[in-house]
C-alpha cells in the first residue's frame, strides 16, 4: 500500500493557460473522490468516481473543469482557462467498495497569477 | 442536508494539558461522523469515526470523541496534548451521495496550537 499519489505538488500559472493534475489511488481501490480546500476552509467535495463512471460532480465544477478515469486506475482534473479564484488546494482520494474510509493524497496546490 | 459546524477556529493549549475541540452536527437521519487531521505538507488523516455503534469512540494518538444526540455535538478531546498534536482538525459528516456511495461533508477546521 504506497498510499494516494498525486502530481505535481505545487503548480503556478498565468490566468487563462489551461493546467492538469494526475492522481493515483490506491490500486485495488475503486472509488475515486477529487476534492477542492481554500485558504481557512475545509474540503469541499467536486466529483465522484466508481471505476471509469463519473457518477456524480458538484455544482463547484463549472463547464471549465473535466475530470477523467479513462480505465479506472488513475485520474486526470484539468482546468481550462485558469481564473485567480482557482487557486486552491485540489485534493484526492480513494476508498474500497463499501467502505466509508477515505485515503487522501498529499494535494497539488494550485497558484493562478 | 448533511452540515458540521466547528465552533473553535482556533484553539491553543500547552503541553500536557486537556484538548477540547467542539464540533456540531445537522443532519436529517443517524450520520455517520468522522474526525479527520491535517499535518502541513501531508495528506489528510483519519483520527476516528462514528457509525451508531458505541457512543464514545476511541481514534489514534489518543484521541476520543463523544457522540452525544440531544446536543448534536461530536466534540473531539485528548486527556494530554503532545506538541506533535498541533494541526488543522476537521469534523466530518458523511452524506449519501447519488453514486451510493458516501460523500464527505467537511466543517471549516480549528487550528490546533500545542505550547512548550
Known amino acids: 500500500d504506497t498510499g494516494v499519489s498525486q502530481n505535481p505538488r505545487h503548480k503556478i500559472t498565468k490566468r487563462g493557460q489551461n493546467v492538469t493534475f494526475r492522481c493515483d489511488p490506491i490500486?485495488?481501490?475503486?472509488?475515486l473522490y477529487w476534492y477542492r480546500q481554500t485558504l481557512g476552509q475545509g474540503p469541499e467535495f467536486l466529483t465522484y468516481?466508481?471505476?471509469?463512471?463519473?457518477?456524480?460532480k458538484s455544482r463547484l465544477l463549472s463547464d471549465r473543469f473535466s475530470a477523467e478515469r479513462p480505465k479506472g486506475s488513475f485520474s486526470t482534473l484539468e482546468i481550462q482557462r485558469t481564473e485567480q479564484g482557482d487557486s486552491a488546494m485540489y485534493l484526492c482520494?480513494?476508498?474500497?467498495?463499501?467502505?466509508?474510509?477515505?485515503?487522501f493524497g498529499s494535494g497539488t496546490q494550485l497558484s493562478v497569477l | 442536508a448533511q452540515s458540521v459546524t466547528q465552533l473553535d477556529s482556533h484553539v491553543s493549549v500547552s503541553e500536557g494539558t486537556p484538548v477540547l475541540l467542539r464540533c456540531n452536527y445537522s443532519?436529517?437521519?443517524?450520520?455517520?461522523l468522522f474526525w479527520y487531521v491535517q499535518h502541513p505538507n501531508k495528506g489528510l488523516q483519519l483520527l476516528l469515526k462514528?457509525?451508531?455503534?458505541?457512543?464514545l469512540v476511541k481514534g489514534i494518538n489518543g484521541f476520543e470523541a463523544e457522540f452525544k444526540k440531544s446536543e448534536t455535538s461530536f466534540h473531539l478531546t485528548k486527556p494530554s496534548a503532545h506538541m506533535s498534536d498541533a494541526a488543522e482538525y476537521f469534523c466530518?459528516?458523511?452524506?449519501?451521495?447519488?453514486?451510493?456511495?458516501?460523500?464527505?461533508?467537511f466543517g471549516a477546521g480549528t487550528r490546533l496550537a500545542v505550547h512548550p
Open positions: 462514528y457509525t451508531s455503534a458505541a457512543t
Open positions: 490500486s485495488e481501490h475503486n472509488r
Open positions: 443532519s436529517s437521519y443517524s450520520p455517520s
Open positions: 468516481f466508481q471505476n471509469e463512471a463519473q457518477l456524480e
Open positions: 466530518v459528516v458523511s452524506d449519501r451521495g447519488s453514486g451510493g456511495y458516501n460523500k464527505l461533508i
Open positions: 482520494a480513494s476508498s474500497g467498495q463499501g467502505n466509508e474510509k477515505l485515503f
